[in-house]
């Protein structure tokens, strides 16, 4: 076996996956604290919505400058102080939880600055994953790095909704330690460092816009991350699965715990099986027809009144999902030169984040619409219409048979 160049150390992969399996898992614990306090108080879908829409603004104004900062100083350290940012939300919610408010604004407040730690996180966190590991093993790195965080994303709601009936300072307290323990570990991260020395005198807002261009221009990456965008925003149905725990399905906190949970089981699973055995061929049709059975799995859970067809239709959902985040990963990976990771991190998880958070935020407010149940199955209908329409817009995408085909 050949050995690794000196400045891949294994210690500093499995220090960011462990980093990004803890507070993947306290963000998830502290939703499933924070949806079930929030309704508790409204007793709306609307205020579900409103925690995605106070995470979004602060996030869609501040990722694409993170992006450029993320490029121009160290991903490592940018990553570490967002992260402890994200701890000091947690103790701010801990403290909320101690004076126990009678209205839900003190929440949506700290959302709102749990959303900016959120934008500065994300381009330097996933651009730092290409710096730690060699080129050739990067697709597995990619598949490793998912399944330890859909780990995260089972083992999160499950422990929150676990925590929640010791009351939701247990949940908070054990988000704050987490939050604190993955900043360490970032800040302390080597592998390849970024040559910064032959930067262009470009001013930050042309080198956002640059970064922008790019992925305009770029139609494979650009259908990827734009078919996540609408698929999910019309199709998640995460911010409502309180109402179907409480109102639909009554099966309380420990059952939300694993509605959360179950998309990540699926994925989990999916991951493992991607690390083994990765996507080789026909990879743009495989991902178009995952995120077909998404909307499908979509429409089953929305009309489902059993548990049981409940949690089966979100772990079919949480799998597809996971080869579609496989793939879009690897191929904005290997399309993206070094200088501009950071920045077309940025880009991508703008769009995540806008699937994700404003997701949320539309579907409470097709939920307060239209009703809960019709709310769902219309948004499955609509990810499959956009799985129809985007293999119009971009036969690129498709066409795409490895991975590799997009590099340089």
């Known amino acids: 076996m050949q050995p690794q160049p000196p400045s891949y150390r294994r210690r500093d992969f499995a220090s960011f996956v462990g980093g990004r399996f803890l507070s993947t898992m306290a963000m998830q614990a502290q939703s499933v604290a924070i949806g079930w306090q ?33 490029d121009r100083l160290d991903q490592r350290r940018v990553y570490a102080a967002a992260l402890l940012m994200q701890g000091v939300c947690a103790g701010l919610f801990l403290a909320l939880s101690i004076f126990a408010p009678h209205k839900a604004l003190p929440y949506y407040a700290v959302m709102i600055l749990f959303g900016a730690a959120r934008g500065f996180a994300a381009p330097s966190g996933s651009s730092l994953l290409a710096f730690l590991v060699p080129q050739e093993t990067l697709a597995r ?22 925590l929640y009936g ?37 001013s930050r807002l042309e080198r956002v816009i640059e970064g922008v261009r790019f992925v305009r221009e770029r139609k494979v990456v650009l259908g990827a991350i734009s078919l996540d965008l609408f698929a999910v925003l019309l199709g998640g149905a995460v911010a409502l699965l309180p109402v179907y725990a409480r109102d639909i399905l009554h099966i309380g906190t420990l059952g939300l715990g694993l509605l959360r949970s179950a998309p990540a089981v699926g994925a989990g699973l999916t991951a493992l099986a991607l690390a083994r055995w990765p996507i080789e061929r026909r990879t743009g049709m495989t991902m178009f027809a995952c995120v077909a059975v998404f909307g499908i799995a ?28 496989y793939i879009r990963s690897a191929l904005i ?5 070094d200088p501009m990771r950071g920045r077309v991190g940025a880009v991508n998880m703008l769009f995540i984040g806008a699937s994700n958070e404003l997701g949320e935020f539309e579907s409470g407010i097709t ?15 609509g990810t499959l219409a956009v799985v129809a329409i985007w293999m119009k817009l971009f036969p690129p995408l498709r066409d795409v048979d490895r991975l590799t085909d997009v590099g340089g």
């Open 367 to 381: 939920a307060a619409w239209f009703g809960t149940v019709r709310a769902v199955v219309i948004g499955g209908l």
């Open 141 to 162: 790195s990619i598949a490793i790095n998912s399944s330890a965080f859909t780990t995260a994303v089972i083992a999160g709601p499950a422990l929150g909704g676990l």
């Open 38 to 70: 929030i309704y508790d108080i409204e007793r709306t879908p609307l205020a579900l919505g409103l925690v995605g829409a106070c995470q979004f603004l602060p996030m869609f104004l501040l990722t694409l400058p993170a992006g450029e900062i993320a």
């Open 298 to 325: 979509t429409i089953v859970f929305g009309i489902s009144r059993s548990f049981t067809l409940s949690l089966a239709a979100l772990a079919v959902s949480g799998a597809v999902d996971m080869v579609s985040v």
């Open 166 to 202: 010791f009351g939701p300072g247990a949940t908070y307290s054990v988000c704050l330690l987490s939050f604190v323990a993955s900043a360490v570990l970032m800040a302390q991260l080597g592998g390849r460092r970024l040559d910064r020395s032959a930067q262009s005198d470009a």
């Open 333 to 337: 990976n290997f399309a993206t030169p």
